[in-house]
């Protein structure tokens, strides 16, 4: 086991009694008032709300949330909820806890999402290594065809770049389908082709399939998901991506994965202004083409 493996395996309570002499008193507060949260509380806290919590700030919450051996509150927060057994939990369950957190104040249940929105947008941000986002644009640029496969959430994401790369002047296709129609799309895939899978979360079945049969044809795989899946699959896929979702699960699975199909798509049209210029130019003719179509046909019936 890795150095980095022991330590995120410590609890916040080990943790909380290796440095406790070493805190100043109010990080001491700090750290005894997370360790004695509920943890159905402590995941959808905000360091804000825990620096009022604590009479500190929040500036002394991340402080201490760091001197306890995380990269900062929100890998505190997703580690300490991870015991809840969250992707197992029946959805009634899951949506229960969701509820019984957010309360009843519409202003607090819009605080709550969007702080859960801009943590999940901040540590994607931090976690995409910008030599394999390059890898991963080159691949799609140089492939023959672009499969975007996605799942449940994560469709949104994938439909979002195959669109995004169309509009770029590239041949990409979107692909939602599960079980036995999956195959239909699968055996398209060939050699020069390129593969792009979005799933943030559980291992299903038919992403095995699909990379088994990328690497087998020689297509480039490119995996975008969250830490677990991506660690899951390192050795299946050929570029990977981090989409994550912050720690209280609020905000929509898909939104991370649509900002990094942004990233991807202007990435594209970054490696060739002309041939996205081309694209677009393309495209607005066609619209222009509907419009007038649109508006003829109702002249009509009128």
């Known amino acids: 086991m890795s150095t980095d493996e022991v330590e995120s395996s410590r609890s916040l309570a080990d943790r909380v009694g290796a440095v406790l002499d070493r805190l100043s008193p109010s990080e001491t507060r ?3 008032y997370l360790n004695a949260m509920p943890t159905e509380e402590l995941i959808f806290a905000n360091a804000e709300q825990l620096g009022r919590l ?5 500036a002394t919450v991340v402080r201490t949330a760091r001197k306890l051996g995380y990269t900062g509150l929100p890998q505190l927060k997703r580690e300490a909820g991870s015991g809840l057994g969250e992707a197992t939990a029946h959805p009634r369950e899951r949506l229960s806890r969701r ?3 957010l309360g009843s104040d519409l202003g607090a249940v819009r ?6 929105a801009i943590e999940s947008l ?3 941000r931090e976690a995409i290594d910008d030599a394999e986002l390059q890898s991963a644009v080159g691949a799609m640029a140089h492939a023959d065809t672009i499969f975007v496969f996605g799942y ?3 469709e949104h994401g994938a439909r979002h770049l195959a669109r995004t790369a169309n509009r770029m002047g590239y041949d990409a296709r979107a692909v939602g389908d ?7 799309s699968v055996m398209r895939i060939g050699h020069g082709d390129a593969v792009v899978i979005f799933q943030p979360g559980r291992l299903l079945h038919d992403i095995d399939v699909i990379l088994e049969h990328a690497t087998s044809v020689g297509a480039k795989a490119i995996l975008i998901s969250g830490e677990r899946l991506h660690k899951q699959l390192a050795k299946a896929y050929d570029i990977g991506l981090l989409a994550i979702r912050g720690s209280a699960l609020l905000s929509s699975e898909a939104l991370s994965s649509i900002v ?15 041939r996205a210029m081309r694209a677009r130019e393309q495209l607005t003719h066609v619209r222009q083409r509907l419009i007038r179509d649109y508006k003829g046909s109702n002249l009509d019936r009128q």
Do not use: P
């Not at 604590?54 to 929040?58: A, E, F, I, L, P």
């Not at 605080?111 to 859960?116: C, G, H, L, V, W």
């Not at 599960?178 to 239909?184: F, K, S």
């Open 30 to 32: 700090v750290a005894q």
């Open 54 to 58: 604590t009479r500190t700030s929040d």
């Open 99 to 101: 509820l019984s957190a």
């Open 111 to 116: 605080e709550q999402i969007f702080a859960d």
């Open 122 to 124: 901040e540590l994607t």
């Open 152 to 154: 449940g959430g994560s």
């Open 178 to 184: 599960t079980g036995l129609m999956l195959a239909d």
């Open 260 to 274: 990094v199909a942004d990233v991807l798509g202007y990435g594209l049209s970054a490696l060739d202004e002309d």
